[in-house]
């Protein structure tokens, strides 16, 4: 029970179809096991409704929100909900990020809507999530902020959009952690490698390339096992980086990659 008595925003909660879970769903899930009450937040209020609905039926304590981070409003509304619901925001896990669906491209094809739609999903959605929790968090003088970027930030990829913001997400959570470490607040970021999620795998399954070997591909690229990760090493992870266990650590960047970022 790393998470007993805490309360979690999970933002990205829900998930995109597919055959395996996505990273938001897994660490909500995990989070209400380790003891945590969680508020699911998606664009998709059915995909947060089968998240909360998930974990309570392992009889957990849950609610689900309706919430596009690119509107302002719909931050406030939901921070508003949990405030009013539990009295406090102890954990804020910001998971949302897209790629191809946002129409990413090389440098060469990018359009400036494209950019402009991954800088707000990718980048915008975390700043306007941390404007809103941080002064909840500061007046109780603990708080623990949690951003999901991605290895695409660091090592070589070829669509701009998704690598430009993924490595703003890294320099959002450096601030955030210097300048809100004198009221006891901390902030990190993991980096997923390749990983088995709905988000990475189904755009890239065509009729010229099958699930199977998109899995394959992917599996060769990774030094540890040759195998993908799953949302649950990132679940796991950020339970960690959530608990008191990790309260001497902020303004990390967490590779979670199988090895990737070392070979």
Same mark, same amino acid.
């Given at each position: 029970m790393l998470l007993k008595d805490k309360v979690a925003i999970v933002v990205g909660g829900g998930q995109t179809p597919g055959e395996t879970i996505g990273n938001g769903r897994a660490t909500a899930i995990q989070f209400a096991r380790e003891g945590a009450k969680v508020a699911v937040a998606d664009k998709d209020m059915s995909a947060a409704r089968e998240t909360a609905a998930m974990i309570e039926a392992e009889g957990h304590t849950v609610f689900a929100i309706q919430a596009d981070v690119r509107r302002e409003p719909d931050i406030q509304t939901m921070v508003k909900q949990v405030i009013d619901q539990w009295?406090?925001?102890? !954990? *804020?896990?910001n998971n949302v990020g897209?790629?191809? #669906?946002?129409?990413?491209?090389?440098?060469? $094809?990018?359009?400036?809507?494209s950019?402009?739609?991954?800088?707000?999903?990718?980048?915008?959605g975390m700043v306007l999530t941390s404007k809103h929790v941080l002064p909840y968090m500061r007046s109780a003088g603990c708080g623990v902020i949690i951003n999901i970027a991605s290895m695409a930030a660091i090592k070589p990829y070829?669509?701009?959009?998704?690598?430009?913001?993924k490595a703003g997400v890294i320099a959002l959570t450096e601030q955030l952690a210097t300048t809100n470490a004198r009221y006891g607040i901390?902030?990190?970021? !993991? *980096?997923?490698?390749?990983?088995?999620?709905?988000? #990475?795998?189904?755009?890239?399954?065509?009729? $010229?390339?099958?699930?199977?070997?998109?899995?394959?591909?992917?599996?060769?690229?990774?030094?540890l096992g040759r195998k993908m990760g799953s949302a649950w090493d990132i679940a796991h992870a950020a339970c960690?980086?959530?608990?008191?266990?990790?309260?001497?650590?902020?303004?990390?960047?967490?590779?979670?990659?199988?090895?990737?970022?070392?070979?």
């Open positions: 009295h406090q925001v102890d !954990i *804020l896990h897209v790629s191809i #669906a946002g129409q990413d491209a090389r440098i060469e $094809d990018i359009t400036p809507d950019f402009n739609l991954l800088v707000e999903i990718n980048l915008l070829p669509l701009v959009g998704y690598k430009t913001t901390r902030a990190n970021v !993991i *980096l997923p490698g390749l990983m088995n999620t709905p988000m #990475a795998i189904e755009p890239r399954v065509s009729a $010229d390339k099958s699930r199977q070997a998109v899995i394959a591909e992917r599996d060769q690229q990774v030094p960690f980086l959530a608990s008191d266990k990790a309260g001497y650590i902020t303004g990390i960047t967490l590779p979670v990659d199988g090895g990737l970022s070392v070979f």
